[in-house]
Antibody
Framework: EVQLVESGGDLVQPGGSLRLSCAAS????????MGWVRQDSGKGLEWVAN????????YYVDSVKGRFTISRDNAKNSVYLQMNSLRAEDTAVYYC??????????WGQGTLVTVSS | QSALTQPPSASGSPGQSVTISCTGT?????????VSWYQHHPGKAPKLVIY???KRPSGVPDRFSGSKSGNTASLTVSGLQAEDEAAYYC????????????FGGGTKLTVL
């Protein structure tokens, strides 16, 4: 069974940093692109970032470019999202997902990031 | 404002059929057959119910079907059941690396 478990969400002040983690199991992690998608206050979903199987390609939504970094450790079956210079508008539930052909086939349950003073 | 347009709500009685629309442009929905639909119950992980316009993942009942015409994709849920009550989101590939995928604003499906 495919499982994705996110962690690391917290309350952080504007301008602060946070690192999200996603532990994967139930599939050959190194065979798949992985991504992060966020949901703002129960509203719409927004794709945040993707990373290729070997980490050689990474893509980001414009609003997080230069502030967020996606990475992965295939030995640990984990993908990460380093978030710097956080803003109030980054407040959301962040989901980790397995990606294939522009489809998020499996999702985790999400981790809440709140940016507030 | 979401890139894809969905009605905020839809409803139907048990056993009935409901169709949810998802309207984009020729740069996303109309340009590629990479339209997906996700079911999201509050507090749970979103679940893929339709991918590549009309394909169903294993384990998803055949009551769920998808289609596309021009710039509008549709999700139809037939034989509505109580457990179908959830939010449904569409998404589409954009042909670009950023944004890679765009989502609709979501439709809350209520089973009356």
């Amino acid at each position: 069974e495919v499982q994705l478990v996110e962690s690391g969400g917290d309350l952080v002040q504007p301008g602060g940093s946070l690192r999200l983690s996603c532990a994967a199991s139930g599939f050959t992690f190194s065979d798949y692109w992985m991504g992060w998608v966020r949901q703002d206050s129960g509203k719409g979903l927004e794709w945040v970032a993707n990373i290729k199987q070997d980490g050689s390609e990474k893509y980001y939504v414009d609003s997080v470019k230069g502030r967020f970094t996606i990475s992965r450790d295939n030995a640990k079956n984990s993908v990460y999202l380093q978030m710097n210079s956080l803003r109030a508008e980054d407040t959301a539930v962040y989901y980790c997902a397995r990606v294939y052909l522009a489809t998020f086939h499996y999702w985790g349950q999400g981790t809440l990031v709140t940016v507030s003073s | 404002q979401s890139a894809l347009t969905q009605p905020p709500s839809a409803s139907g009685s048990p056993g009935q059929s409901v169709t949810i629309s998802c309207t984009g442009t020729s740069s996303d929905v109309g340009g590629y057959n990479y339209v997906s639909w996700y079911q999201h119950h509050p507090g749970k992980a979103p679940k893929l119910v339709i991918y590549e316009v009309s394909k169903r993942p294993s384990g998803v009942p055949d009551r769920f079907s998808g289609s596309k015409s021009g710039n509008t994709a549709s999700l139809t849920v037939s034989g509505l059941q109580a457990e179908d009550e959830a939010a449904y989101y569409c998404s589409s590939y954009t042909g670009s690396n950023s944004p890679y995928v765009v989502f609709g604003g979501g439709t809350k499906l209520t089973v009356l």
